[in-house]
């Protein structure tokens, strides 16, 4: 800045325009001079006038910056999603204005859903309504398998939509595991449905008392898991655990009553879980030969195997028929399993000449040529014929199958492939090559047995996590894929062979990282991308 002083100045007018240059003067340099430096609007100052540029007016404020977001990744579930579509955003967690409505269309068919995940994530459940700021939003519809469904988060809404039921309820247990995991679930959508349609948990509830309580406490956590089948093997040599209308007699002393198995089934069907339940025959049978010991196997030589009836006598037949059709009212699930192993009479080396008993009745029925595998075949066939008409599909263990006779187990059944130990036991491919369906209960991955009996050992969920694979139905190798179609899944299974071995709390602890690396490789038999100990660590967080 320039300042003209006009005319000749004296005395204190002097002293004050010397004054005010100085000052000025040392403004112009950025030193502070207080407010009697600051000049007048009109730019005069005592003793003169100051002319000046137009004030620099300050810079525009700075636009507020739009918050930009990583690309997002996976939900961190289990089992892992197969499909995700990464997006940028905040993504979704639970808020004050946070509710879960259905679409109006589907309101009766997911309310049951709905209700349960607004629960969990402890927010209001508000019905048939549009989706407001913040919402969960369930609806039916896409393609897909009923047990496939579509995740999707944008615009700080969540909207969950499959073809079935079951589908739109997974959704909701990777809501609610990803909210568990981390606090949020991603920006994103998810595209998920499983590998395998059957993924299970059997226990041996006969040898050993389990409580209604610890039953649905498995099947709670079954389907956070996305399992979706509970097998109940309840009769065997050691006890009888189901209440009987028709033969109260063969009931052990601790037992399920019926109005506790209509709750452990209907807790099943609102998780969207099958109950499988087990009549094991024609071995197996203890509980009801103590009962009916005019049914005991006996061999030529009066040895009385434990377990088996005489499957020669009619009245064994129409025992095991009676229970059949008492128990198929109870449980009206899809499946049904008639057992079959085990039979000791086969187990022999000679059976015509151990039981000759067996041989006649088999010749009586197949022909001269028949033999005691052949009457073993139609036993099977005949529980079969007494399931078949409920529409159960029905399956029986691999060694209940018996090649080189006469007659042949009927096609519709599937096999619960367990073991090559048995004699006589025939190879997965056996079975795969002539068109049956599989389902995988390898007992070298997949067998807990209680107290560790004949060189079994309690599996880890290391070893199914890192080894297994449906594919793998006997031993370590795996049949060639080709068959994968034919596999529809598999199951975990808890044998109480020693059943003061272990308390039913530590059977519940012992199978939770099993089961829970079950469910990933039966959902996606891909190599995970978590290393073994980042999938432990989830497990946790997810609970």
Same mark, same amino acid.
């Given at each position: ?158 909207? !969950?939509?499959? #073809? @079935?039921?079951? $589908? ?8 609610? =595991?990803? &909210?568990?995991? +981390? %606090? ?94 087990? !009549?094991?025959? #024609? @071995?197996?049978? $203890? ?8 049914? =005991?196997? &006996?061999?030529? +030589? %009066? ?101 080189? $006779? ?138």
């Amino acid at each position: 800045m320039r300042y003209s002083i006009r005319g000749p100045r004296r005395g204190p007018a002097l002293m004050a325009a010397a004054v005010a240059l100085v000052t000025v003067a040392a403004c112009s340099n950025g030193s502070s001079a207080g407010p009697s430096a600051v000049a007048s609007p009109s730019g005069s100052v005592p003793g003169g006038t100051v002319t000046s540029a137009p004030p620099t007016p300050p810079p525009p404020p700075s636009p507020t910056p739009t918050r930009t977001y990583p690309l997002s990744t996976a939900p961190q579930v289990i089992p892992a999603v197969r499909a995700f579509q990464a997006a940028r955003g905040p993504g979704w967690k639970p808020g004050p204005g946070t509710g879960v409505v259905v679409a109006a269309k589907d309101a009766a068919a997911l309310s049951d859903e709905a209700r349960l995940i607004a629960g969990e994530l402890h927010v209001p459940y508000r019905g048939a309504a549009a989706a407001g700021p913040g919402d969960v939003s369930l609806a039916l519809g896409g393609t897909g398998g009923t047990e496939s469904y579509t995740l999707a988060v944008h615009g700080g809404q969540v909207r !969950i939509t499959g #073809p @079935g039921q079951t $589908g739109v309820f997974y959704g909701t247990r990777t809501l609610k =595991q990803s &909210v568990r995991s +981390t %606090g949020a679930i991603p920006e994103g959508t998810v595209t998920d449905a499983p590998a395998k349609p059957q993924r299970g948990l059997m226990v041996d509830i006969a040898r050993k008392y389990f409580s209604a309580g610890w039953i649905e406490a498995r099947l709670r956590e079954m389907a956070d898991l996305k399992l979706n089948q509970l097998g109940l093997h309840f009769s065997d040599d050691q006890g009888f655990r189901i209440a009987s209308d028709t033969h109260p007699e063969i009931v052990s002393a601790q037992h399920l009553t019926k109005a506790e198995v209509r709750r452990i089934v209907a807790l099943a069907q609102s998780l969207h879980i099958a109950v499988v339940p087990e !009549i094991d025959s #024609p @071995g197996h049978l $203890g509980a009801v030969i103590a009962a009916h010991p005019d049914l =005991q196997l &006996v061999s030529a +030589t %009066g040895r009385t195997p434990r377990g088996a009836v005489d499957i020669s006598k009619p009245a064994a037949g129409k025992i095991v028929d009676e229970l059949l059709r008492e128990y198929t009212g109870l449980f009206p699930g899809a499946y049904w399993h008639l057992g079959g192993d085990e039979y000791v009479a086969l187990m022999s080396s000679n059976p015509e000449a151990s039981y000759p008993q067996l041989a006649r009745a088999a010749t009586a029925r197949f022909g001269p040529s028949a033999r005691v595998q052949d009457l073993a075949t139609g036993w099977l066939n005949d529980r079969a014929a007494v399931v078949r008409p409920t529409g159960k599909a029905m399956r029986a263990w691999n060694d209940g199958f018996y090649a080189g $006779g006469v007659t042949s187990a009927a096609g519709d059944l599937q096999v619960a492939y367990w073991t090559g130990r048995e004699i006589g036991a025939r190879l997965p491919t056996a079975f795969l090559s002539a068109g049956r369906k599989v389902i995988n209960y390898n007992d070298e991955y997949l067998y807990y047995v209680l107290g560790q009996p004949n060189n079994f050992t309690y599996p880890t969920g290391r070893r199914i996590y890192e080894q297994w694979t449906p594919l793998v139905l006997r031993g370590t190798t795996p049949v060639p894929a080709r068959y994968d179609p034919q596999i529809l899944g598999g199951s975990f299974a808890v044998w109480c062979d020693l059943s003061a071995a272990q308390t039913q709390a530590q059977v519940a602890d012992g199978i939770r990282m099993p089961l829970t690396a079950l469910s990933q490789k039966l959902w996606d038999a891909r190599r995970p991308s978590l290393s073994w100990e980042a999938f432990k660590g989830l497990a946790v967080r997810v609970r």
